[in-house]
């Protein structure tokens, strides 16, 4: 690796080599506060998250805008400051002096469809004592006694300084009775108030960092001899939620969780440069080298898919129906906010032609708007932003809902999607993956698609999301904050509205000449068995407009091997329609793989990363001798040496996760 590798390395990492003491006036730290207000009113803001960039410390502003972030070591920070209705902001070069407090008194600016970008400031810097106590309301506990009040909430509305909105909402503190908010990456919870902890009591069970996350372990896959087995077979998935969802853990400043991983939605995050098809409906590539990770003589190979693309002006128009959960648990970090934000972003995108009707689901369903061409777009936004967060959780009953209004207005001729957003917990009628896909599977063979968006952190069912859009015929993606909104709702999926292939499956024959063994770098729960490949009865992947998918292998040569054929890849899938099957076939030869991994392009590098960040955190066998550090460099490396954005970004959560785990290993 290039020494300019390690200098940065050491530069963004911004390691100490002296663990930070506790005792506030021995340990020679500061800290970092202020006001954030909108430049439009004026009016403080509640609720904005201010973050250390590189660090797991932040905090939220309360009721009067105000935040402070404590026991900052001294040194030059740099502060993100996020609110879902602002554009988020960088303030670089803010500058912390041991024992004093650096001020930083910030204006954020109103996000719109038009207006959302990153905007940067230079900090300014003003010194204040450090020991210095804010005012405080007290409530006696005689006076608690004596009040007529039936619930804590009520309580709390006889506390100076709280506001409670037009449904009796209380906001403490930058948020509602109840809700969770986070303050040094550590999540903070009113116990007693509006939702608590989803278990119930005053602590999260198992000491787990979040609340109610629901994940599945579907295994790792081995290595398989290509003596017993020189067949691979698997269904395409171009999700990426679990990638989503560890970034939104290593925020806030925790590991996820072992089986949050999965390395194929990893790997899919990313773009790579792979060119559309000239005529047909997919282009394969493949390219290879040695591994950086394992064995010597393991080779890491990449088999890439590109679809066709279809121009914006010739999509077929849009039959779209949102189902949307307003129930209780939306009420969370403000989700059910991020979700009409994200709605209004799609909107936008839409053309006059195309239509949207609004289904929630609380305790039960309801009809917000009956199918409407997007050209009215004025009513479908107020319906949008009429929503308000209420009731158990009926999934099923919002879901079936919203199929049957897509199957009324259903056309062969246009495109007919469920999208569905939610936090996925289920507490109301048929609450599991497979009982409600049995309510809606006539409609997904119809051709009624679904894409499933997961909003929130704590209380929250990855695996209902992850398997509805599996089985239903769509996409998974989780978003954690508006920049991801956008990613999602303008830049992918109005791009890939249109389906151009329907279950398509994959299969890799390797020459067992030339091969002695492989092993499939995620897409266990994708699996299909090798006797279904051409059993068209048997589900596989759907494919929009320009949808890429990427698949990495570790495979091991036979000796002596230089030239000749690996394998070759059968790509099988039927026409949108359903009404053919197609089957395309590419033979991949050894002269696809580069002699050494720094011959490699940065695509390559870009996904053997990710693949390796998802396999240490899912704590994979193969893995085992793999390290963050290690894996960092090679990040590094590869962004200076190509100047790759993409590894930029998981530049920045390896080093997350370094510090989660330096931490986690501390105790």
Known sequence: MRKSAIVILLLLTGITLHPPTTNLRASSTGQIKGIITSDSTGDPI?????????????ANTDLDGRYSILRVSPGWYNLKITHVDHCPMIVDSVQVLADLTTEQNLCMVKATTELNEMITVHGQRSTLDIFQTSSRANLSQEEI???PV????????????LQVNCSGEVFIRGGRAGTIGYSNGKPICDPLGGLGYAHGGSAIVNGQPFDAMFFKHYGVTPFVDTEDDHLSTFAIDVDDGSFSLTRSYLMRGHLPPQKAARAEEFINHFKYNYAPPDHNDFAIYAEGA??????????????????REVKSENRLSANLVFVIDISGSMGRENRLGLVKKSLLLLLNELTPSDRVGIVTYGSRASVVLEPTFAANHKLIKARIESLRTAGATNAEAGIRMGYEMADRVFDQKKINRIILCSDGVANIGRTGPVAILSVIKPYVERGITLSAIGFGMGNYNDVLMEQLANKADGQYAYVDDI???????????????????????????FNRSTVKSYRLLGYENRDVKDKDFRVDTVDGGEVGSGHMCTA????KLKPGVRSGSIGKIFLRYKSPDKSEVLEIARTVLASCLRPSFEQASPDFKVAVAAAEFAEIL???????????????????DNYLSARNDQSLELMEMIMRALKCKDSKDKG
């Open 290 to 307: 040695p591994s950086e990770f394992g064995d010597k003589n393991v080779w890491m190979l990449r088999l890439g898919i590109k679809g």
């Open 150 to 161: 039936a619930s804590v909430d009520q309580i709390l509305k006889n506390v100076a300084g």
């Open 618 to 636: 899912r704590g994979s066998f193969w893995a085992k001798g793999s390290k963050l550090s290690d894996l960092l460099l090679l990040a590094t």
């Open 483 to 509: 920049d991801e909104a956008k990613r999602i709702f303008v830049e992918y999926l109005t791009g890939t509205l249109q389906v151009i292939a329907r279950d398509v499956k994959i299969q890799f024959d």
């Open 145 to 147: 006694q004596t009040r």
């Open 552 to 555: 990495l292998y570790e495979i």
């Open 46 to 58: 509640i609720g904005a998250t201010v973050m250390i960039v590189g660090t797991a410390q932040g």
